[in-house]
């Protein structure tokens, strides 16, 4: 099914078109290796414990196959409700990097000011494509050679509950060296941690 989205194909037939629930049969077949929030459920359990306050209603759910067009997604309308009084978070790598995505070891960037400077740079120019409403534009500029991220599910789809021409913004950002996780130790390869924010 991504395939056929990179390539603009139809996949309105798709199982995994959709804000999945994971609650839901078909969702939680599908997310069933899902792992993108635990790290934020575990802190946000320390968290409460911690200031010794009632937990907030957690509602998970998963835009997927945002395809460009978040408001054609089906489940998107109803998300959109939920927004409406709610902290939205969510997870997305904007800029991988090197060798262990198929850039040639001669171009790949070690990690330091030069490679943040190139990180930094990828990012903003995507989050300008989002201020735009150029989803997209977002959506391929992600598909940078030397520059992937992730297929934009999650920021596409929160920029469009937060509304029109909300602003996306780097807080902070880090290059994180992956290369220990591939095989045959593939250095230089990162990928950019961003905390960002998408307000009015």
């Not at 790290?39 to 937990?55: G, T």
């Not at 735009?132 to 999650?154: C, E, I, R, T």
């Amino acid at each position: 099914a991504r395939i056929k989205e990179f390539n603009s194909e139809d996949i309105t037939q798709e199982a995994s078109f959709g804000v999945l629930d994971p609650k839901s049969s078909k969702g939680k077949e599908l997310l069933k290796y899902e792992f993108s929030l635990n790290l934020f459920k575990s802190l946000l359990e320390i968290e409460v414990k911690r200031r010794r306050v009632k937990a907030p209603h957690l509602i998970e759910l998963y835009p997927n196959m945002v395809n460009r067009d978040p408001e054609a997604l089906p489940g998107m309308q109803e998300l959109k409700a939920l927004a409406k009084n709610a902290v939205i978070v969510g997870t997305e790598d904007y800029c991988h990097h090197g060798v262990a995505y198929a850039v040639p070891k001669q171009l790949a960037l070690a990690i330091g000011k030069e490679a943040l400077s190139f990180a930094r740079a990828q990012i903003e120019k995507g989050f300008s494509l989002l201020q735009q409403n150029k989803y997209a534009d977002f959506f391929d500029h992600g598909m940078h050679p030397h520059a992937l991220g992730d297929p934009s599910d999650v920021s596409v789809a929160i920029h469009y509950l937060v509304g029109n021409h909300a602003e996306p913004k780097i807080l902070d950002l880090k290059l994180v060296d992956v290369s220990p996780l591939f095989e045959n130790d593939p250095s230089p390869s990162w990928v950019a941690a961003t905390l960002a924010t998408i307000t009015k």
